[in-house]
């Protein structure tokens, strides 16, 4: 019988032993879920939990880039059509508005006949090819990437010599798509292109140059280049400036250019007129040529026998017109024509030739009364009546070597002058009267050549002819 309860009490404590194991997992496994619901709700409600009801975290709407269905290829649609055609193909010309910002005009150079300048060019047209499905209707922009993926208008410079897009720090091109196909091209360009100037006024010149834009394949039947807004298309930088131009006006043209074996094509102009700066050459050229021809008018007032004094004067203004002559031809394009800036200093040259021409002149013509007074003084007989004959001959004139090396030139010239005719009336009068026939009848003659009459005259022809030509040149040419 005591065997028969203890083998119940074993049995009881067996059965609740195994209740209470049960009960412990399902303790267990009620707390795994509870944790695993609370990692969900954290991850569904934001990092550490924290986020709150209603916050803007929660309504952000999904980033479409991290979805590879919505990529902007698929967006657009490229794979689906072929853009190696232009928009529109079979049916009228595409027209393609363009505008531009002139952002720099660089260099302007003569003797390469050209120009620099960097621009903002701007395409719009529209390509339903690239419409797009949106209910907010904003615009999507893009880089160059998409550009080489779709058809974009293939314009180029006429005339031009160099051209660039620029690329730092990227290629600074953007292309923005709207919803219903149209688009907006822009790129950041440099061109350097031809400009045919007209050096005949130089410096005193005006000189209009010509940026020419152009569908390189389409001719006018697949492509109607316009400008978008007009004469307003053309936009500039008010702080554009160059050393040697003024700036006078920007306006744009359209036109037809005609190849002979591909047909007719539209061209845009850029038209801008420049006004050279004349007064840098004022400081240069004109005022050192001026001075020159004025310098060389100095030896009009010194002596003729003072032949040390105005050789060397002549010469060395003949020299400094030469090297300002070469130095204005160097730094220009060697042209067929003359220009205005010759003209001043060829004349002006030409004055300081003259100079140096009049003073071989004045000494010459010295030379040849000295020898002939000589020649009077040798036939004359006697001096009676005459005090000092033999003083006044020697004062009255000196010798080639007395010319060249005495620095002391007598008397005045009045006096000289009064000598010389004394001397050359006797000898004229001896000789008259040992000839002459009728005793009643003697004529008076009297030989005499002033040389220094020819530096009287210069000193008031060479500044008046000069300054007549000055008038004449400005009037003309400014």
């Known amino acids: 019988m005591h065997a028969d309860v203890l083998a119940l009490l074993l049995v009881w404590l067996l059965c609740a032993c195994g209740a209470s194991s049960r009960s412990r997992g399902r303790t267990l496994q009620t707390y795994g879920q509870i944790r695993s619901r609370r990692e969900t709700t954290r991850t569904e409600g934001g990092v550490g939990g924290r986020s709150k009801p209603g916050s803007p975290i929660l309504k952000r709407s999904p980033d479409i880039t991290k979805n590879p269905v919505t990529k902007s290829?698929?967006?657009?649609?490229?794979?689906?059509?072929?853009?190696?055609?232009?928009?529109?193909?079979?049916?009228?010309?595409?027209?393609?508005?363009?505008?531009?910002?002139?952002?720099?005009?660089?260099?302007?150079?003569?003797?390469?006949?050209?120009?620099?300048?960097?621009?903002?060019?701007?395409?719009?047209?529209?390509?339903?090819?690239?419409?797009?499905?949106?209910?907010?209707?904003?615009?999507?922009?893009?880089?160059?990437?998409?550009?080489?993926?779709?058809?974009?208008?293939?314009?180029?410079?006429?005339?031009?010599?160099?051209?660039?897009?620029?690329?730092?720090?990227?290629?600074?091109?953007?292309?923005?798509?709207?919803?219903?196909?149209?688009?907006?091209?822009?790129?950041?360009?440099?061109?350097?292109?031809?400009?045919?100037?007209?050096?005949?006024?130089?410096?005193?010149?005006?000189?209009?140059?010509?940026?020419?834009?152009?569908?390189?394949?389409?001719?006018?039947?697949?492509?109607?280049?316009?400008?978008?807004?007009?004469?307003?298309?053309?936009?500039?930088?008010?702080?554009?400036?160059?050393?040697?131009?003024?700036?006078?006006?920007?306006?744009?043209?359209?036109?037809?250019?005609?190849?002979?074996?591909?047909?007719?094509?539209?061209?845009?102009?850029?038209?801008?007129?420049?006004?050279?700066?004349?007064f840098f050459f004022l400081l240069q050229t004109y005022f050192p040529a001026t001075l020159m021809v004025m310098l060389s008018w100095v030896s009009f007032w010194i002596d003729r026998r003072a032949v040390p004094a105005r050789v060397p004067l002549g010469i060395t203004t003949v020299l400094t017109m030469s090297t300002i002559i070469t130095g204005v031809n160097a730094s220009m394009p060697r042209v067929s024509y003359i220009k205005a800036v010759d003209i001043y200093l060829w004349v002006s040259f030409v004055f300081v030739f003259l100079s140096v021409i009049e003073y071989a002149a004045v000494n010459y013509l010295s030379t040849l009364q000295e020898r002939k007074e000589r020649k009077l003084r040798e036939r004359l007989p006697c001096t009676c009546g005459m005090s000092h004959p033999g003083q006044i001959m020697m004062s009255s004139s000196y010798s080639e070597m007395d010319a060249m090396t005495t620095g002391h030139y007598g008397m005045p010239e009045m006096n000289g002058d009064k000598r010389e005719r004394i001397l050359v009336q006797l000898a004229m009068d001896k000789e008259q009267s040992s000839h002459s026939q009728s005793g009643n009848?003697?004529?008076?003659?009297?030989?005499?050549?002033?040389?220094?009459?020819?530096d009287k005259y210069s000193r008031v022809i060479f500044p008046g002819a000069y300054t007549l030509f000055n008038i004449i040149y400005w009037s003309i040419y400014s």
């Open 73 to 278: 290829e698929q967006l657009l649609r490229i794979d689906d059509h072929d853009f190696t055609m232009r928009p529109g193909f079979g049916g009228p010309a595409i027209p393609v508005g363009v505008d531009v910002q002139v952002e720099s005009l660089d260099t302007i150079s003569e003797v390469d006949m050209d120009f620099t300048m960097t621009l903002y060019l701007r395409h719009y047209w529209k390509d339903e090819r690239l419409s797009f499905p949106s209910t907010t209707n904003q615009s999507m922009t893009f880089d160059s990437r998409l550009v080489k993926k779709i058809w974009v208008p293939d314009m180029f410079f006429v005339h031009s010599k160099r051209s660039f897009i620029h690329d730092t720090t990227t290629d600074n091109v953007m292309l923005r798509v709207y919803p219903d196909g149209k688009v907006l091209y822009s790129v950041r360009v440099t061109v350097t292109a031809m400009c045919n100037m007209d050096l005949s006024h130089f410096p005193l010149d005006t000189q209009t140059c010509s940026l020419e834009i152009e569908s390189y394949a389409y001719t006018d039947d697949d492509l109607m280049l316009y400008w978008k807004k007009g004469n307003d298309s053309l936009k500039t930088d008010d702080r554009i400036s160059l050393s040697q131009f003024l700036i006078q006006e920007f306006h744009t043209t359209t036109k037809l250019a005609f190849y002979s074996s591909t047909g007719w094509y539209n061209r845009l102009y850029i038209n801008f007129t420049l006004r050279r700066h004349i």
């Open 441 to 454: 009848t003697r004529s008076y003659n009297s030989m005499w050549i002033d040389t220094h009459a020819i």
